[in-house]
């Protein structure tokens, strides 16, 4: 049977506050456990929150970002659960009036097509504390300082068809969250983490299936696998003619499987009820307008600047402008070389291959826009060529030196010496009668290929600091008036 | 030293009558001799109480003292004090110290006010009679047989018996009203919003409000003086400009429109509770007062919709005593499941638990609308009966209980019955409006309280009411034959 997958995303990502959502403890990763904590967010009795309004500013900005509906009367709900570190034995967030309402956002697919998935809603809530269970024997530590750190979770429609589409959608919504400035997107250290809600029908079938809901996956490659071994074993199932259960499931990275955490039978009653101790949210227009006006470019008009603009191709467009980081990055080398279309091939082509290959992000790139920049313009100035400025590439991100030191310390400044040329050139043709020959007979289409043995020689008699321009050019020239 | 208004302890510091480390180990030895009568302490916390009065000493000396400056007092025990534990009269808490003080404790010590103890109360603060406590039921200084009222019992009877000049109580549905009714005592729950509930064990948030319960009506317009402001730490707490509750006291009644709610004087008021409030607005009519007949025509409502939200807050509130961080934990938990379980059903008390069950109940999936949400559109209906009625007088009186204070343990196997008790009070809670209690009369040798109910942030009328009422009344003044016998 032919299957269809239908997936939605609920994506946390953690704000940038100074201070946590409803307290005016500093927000930080990786200080002493409970270091980070004020009254409020230890649940200490007779505590109450102070709502971060910077929280809401950033809730707002993301809203007026995906155009979506805003919620100008909000309300904070508290979700009653006990765990360990959930220290008030209940979640502040918000259910049935979040601060952004539906909205969307576009998707580019691999057929280079543009897919709008709505966005449900989006809704600010404060994070838990963490239960370390490998630091004290046969006992659990709790440590508070991520309790009360503001969120904002972001709720899909199950628009998407596979998780390609879902990892799309999960890059897109991070270029926004970074481009706005709401986050600083660091999914290693989970400011962006997602759940993913699976399920499949058969093609044609409007019903939806039964859904799995994949908790906290926090890498793009994860995502995608997740949701695949996740699909591959719902079909196992439903094909041996089983039934899929609700439930909650954990990705296992390792294996590369998942497994149940907690069905629906043992979910809990959250008995959401608004918050007595937090007034409703109100905002109005004039509020809402100031946010709007003060937007930076987004991810998608920063595409279609590229592409009008610069004239890069969609594709480098849409590549370039997926993170905030990376488009800064771009247009920080082009102001240095003035060059686009070069720009755009060694960012997407040499550095994403370093970066690929040591799997850093565009931050912790060891070769500055600048040096990149520079490294274009003695390219385009004919002081070396694609093959030297590859080596030059090569030890700047081993970061050995300066651009022009590395070149001159490699010796791969290009011969550009017509007299050298014409030398290597020479003996080229004479060492080498048996081509001569071939090129000589050939027809006159077929010897531009031809000229490639020619050229490949006198760039290794070079070592390959030849202007391959004028090594071509006197070549063709030489070669032709042997006819 | 003790039966002296907090205003006569004031001036008679100032005249240098006496020191207040002096007047507080008088009131602490006071309150050691006298205190297994009535049970109305939990702790008294001589050295700290020692300390600051010290300081006040020292304050005085240096000519900056406040009115408070050295006066002692009181504190019911969910308001958390630094250093200082903090039961809620419950097991869960019994060794509980606070690392802060609660916003209404940092006012009264900046005064310079001495804090010489924590009162008994219902356990959480659930409970009409004083009788849910972990540390034992307190006995009505009038009447060692008779519950002093609840849940502010501890500072009542504390206040009643002359072992304190005034105390703190909360008021979630006649907590403040109800236990100064049944103690002779004048006690105000101002509006939701005038004091900040920071540091104040929650009970049900959107209710709890905190006030003094003092002797008489001046005395308790200083404590809210040093108790009221906005403050930044409660979302709730009102912006408004700091008022001062003393300054109308004096004004004549002329002209006051006094409206009397029918539902408060139907076939379930005692007879001569009635005549004593009757008497007591003839009093004020005679001051000037126009009298005149309105209806609420909701009130009955107040108390199934009371017991609703009251709980399901409380439900929620309640969770954090989980036996994780701080209060009861059980002895070897087997597992999570089991710490959370044995912990709590050991922790909290009997009343406790059937009022977390009741508002667990009440907010669950499926149960949500018909009790949670039909009793928030009560309470707007309950809001807007209290703003017609407001719109017509100015203030509105009538009883604060049915009865005057009930025997010890007559309520007690009947939870409806108690919660009957809270009838006339509850209302004023859920539309947040102030109301307060002045003592009116006796009958059988037990106190009757006047129920005196404003507009929002009109507490300075009420006050004013309740003054001009005790120049014309003695009331106040009486007082109960254990505090001659103990004295």
Same mark, same amino acid.
């Given at each position: 049977m032919a299957w269809e997958i239908v997936i939605g995303l609920e994506i946390h990502v953690q704000l940038a506050t100074k201070s946590k959502l409803f307290s005016g403890a500093k927000v930080g990763f990786g200080a002493e456990p409970n270091t980070q904590t004020t009254l409020v967010d230890l649940g200490m009795p007779g505590s109450l929150p102070v709502f971060n309004q910077e929280a809401l500013r950033m809730a707002v900005t993301f809203g007026t970002a995906i155009d979506a509906e805003i919620g100008k009367h909000s309300v904070f709900a508290r979700k009653n659960y006990f765990y360990p570190d959930s220290p008030k034995g209940y979640q502040t967030s918000q259910m049935d009036h979040p601060i952004v309402g539906i909205g969307h956002l576009d998707i580019q697919l691999e057929d280079g097509s543009t897919k709008r998935i709505g966005v449900t809603r989006a809704h600010l809530e404060e994070d838990a504390g963490k239960s370390l269970h490998d630091d004290f024997d046969g006992m659990t530590g709790i440590d508070l300082n991520r309790s009360s750190t503001?969120?904002?979770?972001?709720?899909?429609?199950?628009?998407?068809?596979?998780?390609?589409?879902?990892?799309?959608?999960?890059?897109?919504?991070?270029?926004?969250?970074?481009?706005?400035?709401?986050?600083?997107?660091?999914?290693?250290?989970?400011?962006?983490?997602?759940?993913?809600?699976?399920?499949?029908?058969?093609?044609?079938?409007?019903?939806?299936?039964?859904?799995?809901?994949?908790?906290?996956?926090?890498?793009?490659?994860?995502?995608?696998?997740?949701?695949?071994?996740?699909? #591959?074993?719902?079909?196992?199932?439903? #094909?041996?003619?089983?039934?899929?259960?609700?439930?909650?499931?954990?990705?296992?990275?390792?294996?590369?499987?998942?497994?149940?955490?907690?069905?629906?039978?043992?979910?809990?009653?959250?008995? +959401?009820?608004?918050?007595?101790?937090?007034?409703?949210?109100?905002?109005?227009?004039?509020?809402?307008?100031?946010?709007?006006?003060?937007?930076?470019?987004?991810?998608?008009?920063?595409?279609?600047?590229?592409?009008?603009?610069?004239?890069?191709?969609? +594709?480098?467009?849409?590549?370039?402008?997926?993170?905030?980081?990376?488009?800064? +990055?771009? #247009?920080?080398?082009?102001?240095?070389?003035?060059?686009?279309?070069?720009?755009?091939?060694?960012?997407?082509?040499?550095?994403?291959?370093?970066?690929?290959?040591?799997?850093?992000?565009?931050?912790?790139?060891?070769?500055?826009a600048e040096q990149l920049g520079q490294l274009i313009s003695r390219i385009k100035d004919d002081t070396i060529n694609t093959k030297g400025a590859k080596t030059v590439f090569e030890e700047l991100w081993n970061q050995t030196g300066t651009v022009d030191g590395?070149?001159?310390?490699?010796?791969?400044?290009?011969?550009?010496?017509?007299?050298?040329?014409?030398?290597?050139?020479?003996?080229?043709?004479?060492?080498?009668?048996?081509?001569?020959?071939?090129?000589?007979?050939?027809?006159?289409?077929?010897?531009?290929?031809?000229?490639?043995?020619?050229?490949?020689?006198?760039?290794?008699?070079?070592?390959?600091?030849?202007?391959?321009?004028?090594?071509?050019?006197l070549l063709k020239k030489k070669l032709d008036a042997l006819c | 030293m003790t039966n002296k208004t907090l205003i006569q302890i004031s001036t008679e510091l100032s005249a240098g009558n006496y020191s207040s480390r002096e007047i507080t180990q008088d009131i602490i030895a006071g309150i050691k001799a006298r205190d297994h009568q009535f049970n109305s302490f939990i702790t008294v916390s001589e050295d700290l109480a020692l300390q600051q009065a010290d300081a006040a000493d020292a304050r005085r000396a240096t000519g900056n003292a406040d009115l408070l400056t050295g006066v002692p007092f009181a504190h019911k025990d969910l308001f958390c004090t630094q250093g200082l534990r903090t039961t809620c009269a419950s097991k869960m808490l019994e060794n509980f110290v606070p690392p802060y003080e609660s916003t209404v404790g940092q006012r009264l010590l900046a005064t310079g006010a001495v804090c010489v103890g924590k009162t008994n109360m219902d356990e959480f603060a659930m409970g009409s009679s004083n009788e849910n406590s972990y540390f034992g039921a307190v006995k009505n200084p009038w009447d060692l047989s008779a519950v002093p009222g609840g849940s502010s019992g501890g500072s009542a009877a504390a206040v009643a018996a002359g072992l304190v000049p005034a105390a703190t109580g909360t008021d979630t549905g006649g907590s403040i009203r109800q236990p100064a009714s049944f103690c002779n005592l004048t006690g105000i729950k101002p509006t939701y919003g005038r004091v900040s509930r920071f540091g104040i064990v929650a009970y049900a948030s959107s209710l709890d409000q905190a006030g003094p319960m003092c002797t008489t009506a001046e005395d308790a317009a200083v404590m809210l003086n040093a108790m009221a402001g906005f403050d930044a730490q409660d979302s709730t707490s009102v912006q408004q400009d700091a008022a001062d509750f003393t300054a109308d006291l004096n004004q004549p009644l002329a002209g006051l429109k006094v409206g009397l709610p029918k539902e408060f004087f139907g076939s379930g008021l005692d007879p001569q509770v009635a005549d004593c409030i009757m008497a007591a607005v003839k009093q004020i009519e005679a001051l000037g007062a126009e009298i005149v007949d309105i209806s609420l025509p909701n009130l009955e409502l107040s108390i199934p919709a009371y017991y609703v939200i009251a709980p399901s807050e409380a439900s929620s509130n309640l969770s954090r005593f989980d036996g994780v961080r701080y209060g009861y934990r059980c002895d070897q938990p087997e597992d999570l499941m089991d710490l959370y379980c044995r912990s709590?059903?050991?922790?909290?008390?009997?009343?406790?638990?059937?009022? =977390?069950?009741?508002?667990?109940?009440?907010?669950?999936?499926?149960?949500?609308?018909?009790?949670?949400?039909?009793?928030?559109? =009560?309470?707007?209906? =309950? *809001?807007?009966?209290?703003?017609?009625?407001?719109? *017509?007088?100015?203030?509105?009186?009538? @009883?604060?209980? @049915?009865?005057?204070?009930?025997?010890?343990?007559?309520?007690?196997?009947? @939870?409806?019955?108690?919660?009957?008790?809270?009838?006339?009070?509850?209302?004023?809670?859920?539309?947040? =409006?102030?109301?307060?209690?002045?003592?009116?009369?006796?009958?059988?040798?037990?106190?009757?309280?006047?129920?005196?109910?404003?507009?929002?942030?009109?507490?300075?009328k009420l006050l004013n009411i309740a003054h001009q009422y005790q120049q014309v009344t003695d009331w106040h003044l009486e007082t109960p034959s254990t505090m001659q016998k103990g004295a």
């Open positions: 503001p969120l904002l979770e972001i709720v899909s429609e199950p628009d998407m068809r596979n998780a390609k589409e879902a990892v799309a959608y999960m890059r897109k919504m991070h270029a926004i969250v970074t481009t706005i400035g709401i986050s600083d997107g660091n999914m290693a250290e989970g400011s962006m983490r997602c759940d993913a809600n699976v399920s499949i029908r058969p093609k044609g079938q409007e019903k939806l299936g039964t859904r799995a809901e994949l908790k906290n996956i926090n890498s793009f490659r994860f995502i995608e696998r997740a949701i695949n071994v996740e699909v #591959e074993r719902q079909i196992d199932i439903l #094909e041996d003619g089983g039934k899929i259960a609700q439930e909650t499931r954990l990705y296992d990275a390792d294996k590369n499987e998942t497994r149940p955490m907690r069905s629906k039978e043992e979910a809990n009653d959250y008995r +959401y009820f608004p918050c007595p101790d937090l007034l409703p949210i109100e905002i109005d227009d004039a509020y809402i307008d100031v946010i709007r006006n003060a937007l930076p470019e987004l991810p998608d008009q920063r595409s279609a600047r590229f592409v009008n603009q610069l004239k890069l191709s969609e +594709y480098d467009a849409g590549v370039l402008s997926a993170s905030r980081a990376l488009a800064d +990055y771009f #247009e920080a080398v082009v102001v240095v070389c003035n060059d686009t279309k070069l720009s755009a091939n060694w960012v997407t082509g040499e550095l994403a291959k370093f970066l690929n290959q040591n799997n850093l992000e565009i931050d912790a790139a060891p070769v500055t590395i070149i001159a310390d490699k010796g791969l400044k290009q011969v550009s010496d017509m007299d050298a040329i014409e030398a290597m050139v020479d003996d080229v043709i004479a060492a080498s009668p048996k081509q001569v020959q071939q090129y000589l007979d050939a027809e006159v289409e077929k010897r531009g290929k031809m000229l490639g043995f020619f050229m490949g020689q006198v760039m290794k008699a070079s070592k390959g600091s030849a202007n391959p321009g004028q090594v071509n050019g | 709590r059903a050991e922790g909290f008390g009997a009343e406790v638990k059937r009022r =977390i069950m009741v508002g667990t109940y009440a907010l669950s999936e499926g149960y949500y609308d018909a009790y949670y949400l039909k009793a928030q559109r =009560i309470r707007r209906l =309950i *809001k807007d009966d209290f703003a017609r009625a407001l719109a *017509k007088v100015d203030v509105i009186m009538g @009883p604060v209980a @049915p009865t005057p204070a009930f025997d010890l343990g007559s309520n007690t196997k009947d @939870p409806v019955a108690m919660y009957l008790e809270d009838i006339y009070t509850l209302s004023a809670n859920m539309a947040g =409006i102030p109301a307060m209690s002045t003592p009116a009369g006796f009958v059988n040798g037990r106190p009757v309280g006047l129920h005196i109910m404003g507009n929002y942030f009109a507490e300075a």
